[in-house]
């Protein structure tokens, strides 16, 4: 299930916060080998100060953290605007209140693997599902996100094909691509028949707090 | 009443006509006229807005516009609510919108403050939308109807993205109405072309042969362009448009 985190939470959930933060070293620095900032065997940018809303996918039995997502509105500093504006043509901005951007995608090595008879993992799935739907209770149309290749079969094998907006561009080793992501009950919808996934993947606790900040 | 809504085509046209008004707002009094004119057309209770982190304006406390009783606002300035108000805690927190139903009313402070809230007509629901600008700058954007809760439920489902759009709109119009940034003009790619032969002395019938459209597309360019640019006449339209970068001075 999905866990959501404010960023502005980082102290009272510092475990959860924290086993993302090493996954995401894990999955960035060591193994896709990206230019980010490993301190203390943690993986954090600029943006996780800007509070953000986290997804962790948190296993139901245990309460272990196997991966997160991070969103943030576009109307602010977002990853696209600030980190990879050559993306997009000239002047071209994605600046919306219906658009967020997700960034961060990630898990731990391992839970990408698919369960058996299906395209993708649960974690995957999770995550995309609860993208979906936490876009839905924002009243989002969708969300952008910069990411390699090897995502965007990830994404379409979701059911959740990625609208490739922008030119793709390599960046250190690998393509990188800037693509939005619908938000709607289909798309939800198309997700879950793909995925298997039945009703919804947030933690309804989670949500109570988060929509009550 | 909101559910009879859901078929009529109202929708669409109460936003775009929303969004217009909004975004030619220039002086701060018509952010409560325009946050009145979307109560009435949204049918909502209340609509209020609260500017951060927007320099001198906002040192001393945030920049509101409100369409509460003269009595609630007083009510709110004396009891320093400012302080208790769990919705402008959430600024800060969280990207989502906030139901007002889910504040924990536990504890006391909050919940006679919600009391108070509604015995002075402020709404019988409500959600906030916080909103992030471009350099730090914040606000919260807040509606309240008297829907009853089956019709919220689907009210929210319904609406929740116009609110959104609306925010971030009355968020730019206190921005440009307090001179805080340059408002944003944007032309599309023929609108530029159009304009750029004009400043170059061209003629409506040169510009059309240059760009092989006819006489009446290229007037009917120059009509959108005063439009967008709130302009009176071609040459305060090309002004304007080099001023702001959006042609190229003419060779």
Redesign the interface.
Known sequence: MIFLV?G??RDQYSYHINTMHKIRAAVFYDRLQWEVKVENGLEKDKFDDL???YLLSMDEITGRIRGSAR???T???NMLRDVFPSLLPNDEIV????I?ESSRFSMEPGAETPSPGQLVSQVTAELIAGICE?GL?????DVVSVFDARMVRIMRASGSPATIIGKPQRIGAFMTYAGLFEVSEAALENIRKATGLEGSVLEPQSV?R???? | MYIKRLNTNLEEDALLTMIDRVDTIKKNKEINTALHEMIDRYSLKNAAYMGYNMGTLTQAEPYASVTYSDDWVKQYREKSYLDVD?VL??V????????WQ???ISNQKVRRFFNEAKDAGVGRNGISIP????NGDAAIFSITTNAKENDWVQFKRQF??????L???FHQSVLVANDIIQPKYKLSQREVEVLYWTACGKTGEEAALILGISKRGVRFHIYNIMHKLNCTNVTHAVAKAMYFNLIKPPK
């Open positions: 404010n502005a939470e509070n953000p809303l969103l943030l509105p109307t602010g500093p600046e919306s209140a219906v967020w936490v209770i924002a009243g989002l149309t109570t988060c929509l009550a900040a | 769990p805690q959430a800060n927190k969280s990207i989502l919108p906030i139901d889910s504040f924990d909103v992030r600008g471009r929740m993205r116009d609110f959104q759009v925010a971030v709109h």
